[in-house]
């Protein structure tokens, strides 16, 4: 099993839903937050001169079978891809095991 976080802008959201529902992931957690990379930092229109510090960003976890994660991935890489600094990165793990809380199961099914 692989865990795949995926770190985007906010303003991607409905893009990288639809695509993961279309591949029928359904189990997934989005968390809100503020991000910024490395790069230039673009200046923002408006009365003075202002650059913006962070992105709005949202981060994914989803969990994967391994047979998955390329798929996934691609699917997020086209979905949040605008071809400006800033798109995002993803980051996948391995995970060695899950337990369903309700169930109390162990074991890939789970997931």
């Known amino acids: 099993m692989k865990k795949i976080e995926a770190v985007v802008l906010a303003s991607r959201e409905k893009n990288i839903l639809d695509a993961l529902q279309k ?3 359904g ?15 673009d200046v923002q229109p408006g009365l003075g001169r202002y650059i913006e510090r962070y992105n709005d ?6 969990v ?8 996934v991935a691609s699917a997020i890489t ?5 071809g400006n600094l800033g798109d995002g990165k993803i980051f996948i793990s391995t995970i060695d095991d899950v337990i ?3 169930t109390k ?5 789970y997931i």
């Open 57 to 62: 960003v949202l981060t994914f976890f989803i």
């Open 100 to 102: 369903d809380i309700t």
């Open 64 to 71: 994967v079978e391994d047979s998955k994660v390329d798929e």
């Open 23 to 25: 591949l029928g992931i």
């Open 105 to 109: 199961q162990k074991g890939e099914e």
């Open 27 to 41: 189990g997934l957690t989005v968390t809100p937050g503020k991000g910024r990379g490395k790069g230039p930092r």
């Open 78 to 82: 086209e979905a949040s891809h605008t």
